[in-house]
């Protein structure tokens, strides 16, 4: 099942920079873990935010859960998780 | 250029039925056209509603707005476009 | 997997009565079938409002809208379906 | 009388550890002293968030006053407690 | 326990002059008698709308929407009724 | 004339427990002085938060503006009022 | 006392347009009046909407809902209004 | 002085096609005209809605008022008309 | 021109007591002297809040900005101006 | 392609008066870069605001948050773009 899922990062604008760095690190390794997962589908940022817009793939909302609580970013950052349905007209659609 | 676009489409509950359905018929053959131009690229319902969310793809918001203003059921829906950023962590991202 | 689904009834209040009671009879009755298929858990009024919270239960969100769409008020309702994570406190917790 | 209560902790991404595990676990014990009263009925978490949506029971809203004011994480909640009247298609509606 | 309930009338402003004063006559009617059965407390007129605020006193959630919903302009309400917990500096707390 | 406000704490989780509980005793004080000056009418809990709503007393805002901020925890206390007219089906109305 | 009030007209744009005239002619009439009695201080146009903002002057939230009630367009008014209190720095306070 | 001005146009989905151009027309021709006389400087359309974006010049609100309820379609507009003030790094500012 | 300005402050409840009075008595000051330049017309406050609403004149935005930025406490305020067209049912409607 | 891009800098009140002025400075001259590559086309102040709304030019949303995440001051940045597309009725609208 796919998910729409908005991510907006709450981090202190003066907040300690190495700190920052070692997580934004960690953050793309695991991003790059959770799309090998075939879990994150894609990922698109909102402009002129420190937020994303992604498509995940979960089998339900608790998965979907544990993916996003596995970022090493995720004290930080505001979610909100919307439930997609399959759509008749959707290129993409697998066959049922 | 990606946007995120979520359409309601605002129909009234009494509404003419036959009109309905030619409407809807015509409006996959369209979403079908445009999925075929490479512009509608992705279409998920919202469940429960009468409403769909769409990753559209279009060089411009006037080439977007063309492609939403061909839709049969146009002046019944209710639009909302988002611009899409090219995130590093995007799992389907082109080499620059 | 659950969803708390929120409905809100938009019948105009001069609204035909006998058309009224005729989808109410029959919406009880899909109702019913619902809750006999285990998909329709839980379901409270919202006291003041022709409006109610329901905990339903379906494989994902394509299936959430497939029980949805076929209540007979369907071109009526106002609906806004949230996805449930389970909770370690939860005290109706399936063991895992 | 049931409510349908939704938390969200405001706990501050870099507070306090020790503190913080402290809380949590003195909060699934107090929890389950609610379940175990019948207080607390069903538990969700909010997926992506450190939120969570339950169903409550108490006699009155003074009652769940109580019961939620004494969460050790209490001072860190923010709270929204809805009324639920019970429906005619509930289908574990108790006879009246 | 106590409610706090506002309700705002959704009269079409061109609707049908004699439907509008019987209704009216009857709420007010209606209105005495919920008063006299001590379920209706108190009621102000927010000032500038055809809109009030109540407080009203019912055993719970499912016996305030009786009382609501027994009002002869309650096709037309948009009602908002919350829940209230005793407060220990309530003037006119009852002693427990 | 009789406003209807809510009010709620912001009092920050980690703040001086000492000048809490000073300043809850001193507001607990001065909220029976006030309802002895028959400004403060009645008062309620918001359940599962540190809120109120309260029924007020006063010849005008200017007067209501001084009884309000004469509240010890007044620079902690985020407050709205709203003005409240007399309605015809009011049970406790005075006689005009 | 004095009361911030915001109206807007709720006309429907293919309404009558005898009715619309007589009533706009009433209107302005009816609100000489309220200026003659001093109930009508200051009045301001929305710019780009059928909508004001006005002054208001009335013993309190009942003369109010009278004055704005008297206006010949009242049922198709949207009206909030909001209570002012006395400002020291105030350039035409009057002395207390 | 400039204003931005965000417009909606509320025409019904099923209004008379006939009157809809008629006024189309119309409104090009009073946009050409406001643009001639430097009172519309530029115009956007919002993708995907029958709405605009405008950057206005006027001497003060009640000009800019004239200007827009002299658009041909004003009793269908949602007009939302916002002051800008010059910055100093504007591109385009005039020397002062 | 007259704008209609609403002003919040935001100074934080455990804020610097001299800092505060030090500004306010400024605040004061400055206000005063902007009355008197004609460009503070009314103000007032807005019952149980730490909060303003005033009627400016100025001739444009620019010469606005200039105005409210010149208080004192600028950097704790959050405003928000409206532009204010006249309304030929204005009492105080100067000739034109 | 527009964007219209509204900015708001949430500078705390007591922040270091010397890194603000350096950081002024330094958007200052940034914006006068971006100006001069054609990226930002006009600037104006929100009245009362340390706020601004903006026209920009880019080729998509990927250069159009290059460009505003080059601002010094983009970490304290809150950031909301809206995509524009072109309107026939545009007075400097290039032919096509």
Chains 1, 2, 3, 4, 5, 6, 7, 8, 9, 10 share one sequence.
Not at 57 to 64: C, F, N, V
Request: hydrophobic share 45%.
């Amino acid at each position: 099942m796919e998910f729409l899922v908005e991510i907006e990062v709450r981090w202190p604008p003066n907040g300690d920079q190495a700190q920052k760095e070692l997580l934004l690190a960690a953050e793309a390794r695991r991003a790059r873990e959770l799309a090998g997962d075939g879990v994150l589908l894609r990922l698109w940022r909102v402009p002129g935010r420190w937020a994303n817009v992604g498509l995940w793939e979960a089998p339900d909302a608790t998965a979907l859960h544990d993916a996003l609580s596995s970022l090493p970013l995720y004290p930080w950052l505001d979610v909100r998780a919307r439930p997609l349905a399959r759509h008749p007209s959707d290129p993409h659609r697998a066959p049922s």
